[in-house]
């Protein structure tokens, strides 16, 4: 089992030491050693992108992340995106939106979107498409979810509406 000794890491800015070992899959270290639950298991390969979170501001699939990938890094979960206070444009755009109908995907679609948000601030239909193709929805509210994602980039969301139902 690879240990190491403590890993360190910090998530939602509160730095963490974990005495586990090295080869331990971060969604586990989040879930069941933290008590976040916005990132879900789901395939555990990867693929589905119900355990997204953000390393350094990038998209990562928290299932097959280790915590010594990880570690001296900054993970952010849906939890540190914002709070019931204070709710991230992008939280706030979802539940605007109606783009939940199970949930499950809404943890991978939420943190996706952030961080193409900050990459491109204005993204066309098209470009929110492809950043969040590989997360995979089943219950069918890919037109809600491309709403909220065009309403927090600040676009009219009757004309993302229009748009996201055209393509």
Do not use: W
């Not at 990562?60 to 010594?68: D, E, G, I």
């Not at 939106?97 to 204005?122: D, E, F, H, K, S």
């Amino acid at each position: 089992m690879n240990a190491i000794g403590p890993v360190h890491l910090t998530v939602n800015g509160t730095a963490h030491s974990f005495d586990l070992p090295g080869d331990t899959k971060l969604i586990y270290v989040l879930r069941n050693d933290l008590g976040l639950n916005g990132p879900k298991f789901g395939c555990g390969l990867g693929e589905c992108g119900a355990c997204t979170v953000l390393i350094d501001g990038v998209p990562a699939r928290s299932c097959v992340v280790t915590l010594k990938t990880a570690e001296g890094r900054s993970v952010t979960t849906l939890e540190g995106l914002g709070n019931l206070e204070m709710l991230h444009p992008v939280q706030a755009a979802f539940i605007a939106a109606q783009a939940a109908q199970c949930g499950y995907c809404l943890n991978g679609m939420i943190m996706t979107a952030t961080a193409l948000l900050v990459r491109n601030p204005t993204p066309s239909v098209s470009e929110v498409r492809e950043a969040l193709r590989y997360n995979l929805c089943r219950c069918g509210t890919h037109v809600e979810i491309i709403r909220a994602v065009m309403t927090a980039a600040g676009a009219r969301p009757e004309a993302a509406a229009a748009e996201a139902s055209a393509q």
